[in-house]
Every structure is written in structure tokens, then in C-alpha cells.
């Protein structure tokens, strides 16, 4: 959700009252919950204009939208099995609701990192890792961060070797996560882990830890390092991207997060930020940067994965351009 949609949602839900609101709670992943109570917390006063444009808003995108199937799984099961028969209809809905079975895993997407790496401090990097990749990648960064570096670097070698999770590894996963997960048996293989996986999350990492975890693995693979590394977008890769996908990525980024951002960037980034700005707002940021002091490098790191998380977004969305040489764009 971007800043003026965070907003938007938590003026409306404001509006609503507890118990609708607890409604809609219900539905919202961790980060969205926590984004919008914050928003929530830190509204004071709205004027009625800024709320009846919320409002009308509201009812235009939902005026637009109709429900026309009230249990989606479902239907799509019926409608496979009706039109392909049991067998090779099993074959495609497992990949098509993909995860769908695994929903004790969310109760993980709730705990602070620490929490989940005192949870699975104990247990084989194979299966701190078929769990971690159930995770969002700057969580999983996060609980990586709680471990010894010797274990770190072992989980993030097996996330990149990782190619699928067997019916017998989630097995393993129910024991470890208190029978959280349900129907394990029932469970084919999904794609989780590999060498996307592990970029990912090696980007969420910061500079230092990244450089030990990508050496562990060049230790084990120099190959599999490489292609990790080919994988991967850090904050000074924005230089590779054109004036039009720099200034979309500008569009969504507070000028604060900008400027604490850009404290730890190249002087050519820079002079490459402030091309695809008005020259009044360049201007405004290159006093901003000048005036302000000193930053620490993990507050810099911080916004610069909120940025890059920006860009991930975009590039997913179509409509911007990153990575040399795939068809898929990828952060």
C-alpha cells in the first residue's frame, strides 16, 4: 500500500466504527495491519472534506467491483475437475492455489523476528530454511539476523539449493511449529526456496551481513554465488534504471525516507536522482542532504530496503524495467 493509500484506508476505517473496522482487520495480512495502525495512531484531526473525498472515493471502486463467485477455491476445484477429470485436475489445482494448505505458516507472519529465530534456534538449517521461505523476504532477513553467522550462512545455502517442499519435509515443519500446519499429507510439492528466494532475501540483509552470506556460499559454490548475485538489485543498481522508472520510484517515496536514503549513495546516484527532479525540488533535497548530520548506516539501510521493496513493486507491476539479460523483471 502506498503512504496516500495507507491514508485514504485508515480515515475510512476511522469512519466505520470498532466493530466493522475489527471486520475488516480480520482479513489484512501482518504489515497491513501494522501500517494501518500506525496510520490510525497518528491521526488526530481530518477535515469533513478530506473525509468525503475518502468516501466518495470508496464508492467509486466499489460501485465498480461485483462479486461473482462467493468461495473462489472452491469453484475452481469444481470447475477443473468437471472439465479435465479428478486426476489431471489434482495435478493443476495444488499449483494453482498454491500455498492455499499451508495457512498454520501465517501464524508466523504475526511474531517479531526475534521470536521466530528463538523458535527454530534449535532445529537443521533444512528446516529453519523450508520455513523461513513461507516468509516475506525482509522478515526472513530480519530472524537471519538473529542467528550466528555460521548458521546464517548455512540456512541461506540451503534456501538457495532449496527446490520444492516435500510432503515429508512439511511433516517436519508440524513438529517444529507445534502441528500448526494441517493436511501435510495432502500437500504436493510447491515452489518455495531456490535462487530468487535467497537474492531476495540477501538484499534485505544490509551490506555487511550480505557480503559474508554470498562468501559462504561462493565457499560451497562459486557458480551458485554468481548467479545468485546476478540475481540480486541493491540500492546503487537504481543507477541502472532509466529517467522515466527512476522518477515513478521517486513518485512513491517520502522526501525524509529520500534524503536519509540517498546519505549513504554515490555521488553519481545522486546527480542521477536530482536529473529527474524538478530543479526546485533538487535543490530543496541537496540542502537537505548538506544540513543534515550524521545518520546511523542501519537507519540508512532501513529506508534504503523500503525503497528497493518500491522498486520490487513497480518492476512486478510491469511498469518499470530492472535486471540484465532475464524476460522477468526482478529485484
Do not use: C
Not at 109 to 119: G, H, T
Not at 120 to 125: G, S, T, W
Not at 312 to 329: M, T, V, Y
Amino acid at each position: 500500500m502506498e503512504e496516500q493509500g495507507i491514508q485514504d484506508a485508515a480515515i475510512f476505517l476511522m469512519t466505520l466504527g470498532e466493530e466493522e473496522a475489527a471486520e475488516v482487520f480480520k482479513h489484512l495480512s501482518p504489515k497491513e495491519v501494522q501500517k494501518l495502525g500506525e496510520a490510525i495512531a497518528k491521526t488526530r484531526a481530518v477535515s469533513h472534506e478530506r473525509v468525503d473525498q475518502v468516501m466518495q472515493k470508496f464508492t467509486s471502486v466499489a460501485s465498480s467491483q461485483s462479486l461473482l463467485v462467493s468461495d473462489t477455491d472452491n469453484y475452481v476445484r469444481a470447475v477443473l475437475r468437471r472439465a479435465l477429470g479428478d486426476d489431471k485436475a489434482s495435478l493443476l489445482i495444488d499449483r494453482i492455489l498454491q500455498g492455499g494448505d499451508v495457512s498454520g505458516i501465517e501464524s508466523l507472519k504475526w511474531m517479531d523476528p526475534l521470536s521466530i529465530a528463538e523458535l527454530l534456534r534449535n532445529e537443521h538449517p533444512q528446516i529453519v530454511a523450508a520455513i523461513l521461505v513461507h516468509l516475506e523476504a525482509d522478515q526472513t532477513a530480519d530472524v537471519l539476523k538473529n542467528f550466528t553467522e555460521r548458521t546464517r550462512n548455512e540456512v541461506m545455502l540451503r534456501i538457495a539449493t532449496l527446490e520444492g517442499i516435500q510432503p515429508t519435509a512439511l511433516k517436519d515443519l508440524n513438529e517444529v511449529l507445534y502441528k500448526v500446519l494441517a493436511g501435510g499429507d495432502k500437500i504436493r510439492k510447491t515452489s518455495m526456496g531456490g535462487i530468487k528466494t535467497a537474492a531476495e532475501i540477501i538484499n534485505m540483509m544490509g551490506n555487511q551481513i550480505e557480503t559474508s552470506v554470498i562468501e559462504a556460499i561462493r565457499n560451497f559454490d562459486a557458480d551458485l554465488a554468481q548467479k545468485i548475485m546476478d540475481k540480486m538489485f541493491t540500492f546503487e543498481d537504481l543507477i541502472k534504471l532509466d529517467g522515466k522508472s527512476i522518477q515513478l520510484v521517486l513518485k512513491e517515496v517520502a522526501s525524509e525516507s529520500l534524503v536519509i536514503a540517498l546519505k549513504g549513495a554515490s555521488s553519481e546516484l545522486r546527480e542521477l536522482v536530482f536529473a529527474n527532479m524538478s530543479s526546485r525540488a533538487a535543490e530543496g533535497l541537496r540542502d537537505d542532504l548538506e544540513s543534515r548530520g550524521p545518520v546511523r548506516l542501519s537507519e540508512v539501510e532501513n529506508q534504503q530496503k523500503d525503497i528497493l521493496k518500491i522498486v520490487r513493486r513497480l518492476s512486478e507491476e510491469g511498469q518499470i524495467a530492472i535486471g540484465g539479460g532475464d524476460d522477468e523483471g526482478f529485484v
